[in-house]
């Protein structure tokens, strides 16, 4: 960012205008490998996307605890049985 200012800015100071301007434009504007992710996102439903949230929490959470079922379990506040039930049903298994 101060790189493109400095080339941009043909004066010895740089405006808080002219830096603002860049900020936002350098913010807003979504880069294209998140456009495509976006537009992957919208193309599918929201049980789709709450179920994929689930089970990457989920793996994580395992990871985390080293696949202590009954830690992961209390850190996710949900019964021990009820995790081993999403285990088999997103098929997760210690790497």
């Known amino acids: 960012l101060i790189e ?3 080339i941009m800015t043909s004066s010895q100071k740089i405006s808080k205008d002219k830096l603002m301007s860049i900020w936002e434009r350098k913010t807003k504007m979504p880069k294209m490998s998140e456009k495509v992710q976006i ?3 919208l193309n ?3 049980k789709e996307a709450k179920e994929e949230f689930e089970r990457d929490l989920i793996q994580k ?3 985390k605890n080293d696949w ?3 830690k992961s379990a209390k850190d996710l506040k949900i019964a ?3 995790l081993y039930k999403k285990i088999q049903i997103y098929n997760l298994a210690k790497i």
């Open 80 to 82: 021990r049985t009820y």
């Open 68 to 70: 202590n079922v009954a």
């Open 4 to 6: 493109k200012l400095i």
């Open 61 to 63: 959470i395992l990871e």
């Open 44 to 46: 599918r439903g929201l």
């Open 39 to 41: 537009s992957q996102e």
